[in-house]
């Protein structure tokens, strides 16, 4: 496959604009300031110095007439993110795709059923490895040593492998995807499950490139958790990182001020500023399907709301009304169910057009 060596020009605009935008005038809650100015303040957190990408790929074989391969690319010193990419044997048209993300303790390899379903339906898929996940931790799978990476950004209040790292890692994939004459960069898609489904929804926020997002189980206002005792099931899929943060602060019950402290330093504004109501309406006008369970005790249906709420409000001023959907799971947890899978996949039939 060849391809294209342009410079990753959306990158390099990025840059230019965290790093040279004056400062943005504010109104009075976080979802009110203007849209540019959250993404910009978002970007200049995330980001960090460009190196080459610097691909390599490996032909895995073909399956029933797919075709599997193993990718690596470089995000930044000493970080390269591992992936699989899975297509129809022999097309030769440029195509839309779709990336997938996975929840803690999950892999590439977990999100293989999603891969060949979107590929079989004509679309080229990709699924890479979080950060502390699969390839990039020493044990090939759980979720260890994220949680001692977690605890690391608590300590030192540097780097965010909770969530923010793999948004850079999603808006680097974009650079490469970009670069392939067999891809279509017009239509990229995006979906993502828990841990994954926030990291879609605050990617999607981030990368305008990014034309439809379908986040899983994990859309969710922080703040509002923080406010009405729904903070503990979220702050559980790191419960380790978390009871050692407050074993060290010398907190021995932990409450929703130390949860609230515990998200300053790992996941700067996820509470306010980066909160769902405030960064869901940034893809609009973009097509989002968001699904979620109206039992899930980690994505709470009054914060739920909120998001969907704020995000209709952009929506409807974009004249876009038709490209938000909820689709709310009846009697169902932490978990997509066969029949969302579904909806999602028509999702990115309809709005990306394989």
């Keep these: 496959m060849k391809h294209r060596t342009l410079p990753s020009l959306r ?29 910009a303040a978002f970007l200049k957190l995330i980001s960090r110095p460009l190196v080459p990408l610097a691909p390599e790929l490996k032909p895995l074989g073909e399956t029933n007439g797919l ?7 470089a995000v930044e010193a000493g ?14 048209v440029r195509r839309p795709v779709i990336v997938v993300l996975h929840g803690t303790g999950g892999n590439k390899e977990g999100m293989l059923p999603h891969l060949r379903r979107h590929a079989e339906a004509g679309f080229i898929t990709v699924a890479i490895d979080a950060r502390h996940h699969g390839e990039r931790s020493k044990a090939g799978k759980g979720s260890t040593e994220y949680s001692d990476a977690i605890l690391r950004a ?56 990014i034309a439809a997002a379908v986040p899983c189980i ?4 922080f703040g509002w958790a923080l406010d009405n005792h729904g903070w503990k099931s979220r702050v559980g899929t790191v419960k380790a990182a978390f009871d050692a943060a407050a074993k060290e602060s010398g907190v021995a019950e932990p409450d929703a001020a130390f949860a609230r402290k515990f998200y300053e330093r790992v996941v700067p504004g996820v509470h306010d500023r980066f909160d769902g109501p405030a960064m869901l309406p940034l893809v609009a006008p973009r097509p989002l399907l ?65």
């Design 11 to 39: 990158a390099a605009l990025v840059l230019a604009l965290v790093l040279g935008s004056a400062k943005p005038a504010l109104a009075a809650g976080p979802t009110a300031e203007l849209p540019e100015a959250k993404r």
């Design 67 to 73: 075709a599997f391969t193993h990718f690596s690319f």
């Design 79 to 92: 970080q390269r993110v591992p992936g699989l990419m899975v297509g129809k044997v022999g097309a030769l």
């Design 154 to 209: 608590f300590r030192e209040g540097r780097e965010h492998p909770f969530f923010y790292d793999t948004v850079w890692d999603v808006m680097r994939l974009v650079d490469w995807l970009a670069t392939r004459d067999d891809v279509d960069p017009r239509r990229i898609g995006l979906i993502g499950f828990s841990k994954g489904g926030i990291e879609t929804y605050l990617a999607a926020a981030a990368d305008p490139r």
């Design 218 to 221: 994990g859309v969710q206002s």
């Design 290 to 354: 968001v699904i979620n369970g109206d039992s899930d005790e980690r994505t709470p249906v009054p914060g739920v709301m909120l998001c969907i709420e704020s995000a209709r409000t952009a929506y409807k001023a974009a004249v876009a009304s038709d490209r938000l959907v909820l689709r709310l799971q009846e009697k169902t947890g932490h978990k997509v169910n066969d029949d969302s899978l579904q909806a999602a996949l028509e999702w990115f039939v309809k709005w990306l057009k394989p």
